[in-house]
């Protein structure tokens, strides 16, 4: 697969956007290109939350979900050097590894709420 990151629509949500410092919330599947699903916040039966272009999460996310929408669904293909790089995550994620995500935005919370 490319070196960068693409990113492609599959819902485009009408919602508040999400932006660099906002509190999101999503639901989320994380797989490797061979397939094998590496993380999912539906199995884990809760959304999940962080704070968006601040680098509390892979490059990948923090740039491919600003912009997005809630009620949004997309999907990332992330190249490794916007993932994990060469460090090894858990025994699924080898270093190097390119990433994809399917991720529906929930809610956006900015300090203006």
Known sequence: MSDELQITDLVTGEGKEAVR????????TGWLEDGTEFD?????????QCVIGTGRVIKGWDQGLMGMKVGGKRRLYVPARLAYGERQIGALIKPNSNLLFEIELLEVLTRDD
């Open 40 to 48: 999912s916040s539906h199995a884990k039966g809760r959304p999940f």
């Open 21 to 28: 410092g906002a509190l999101i919330t999503t639901q989320y």
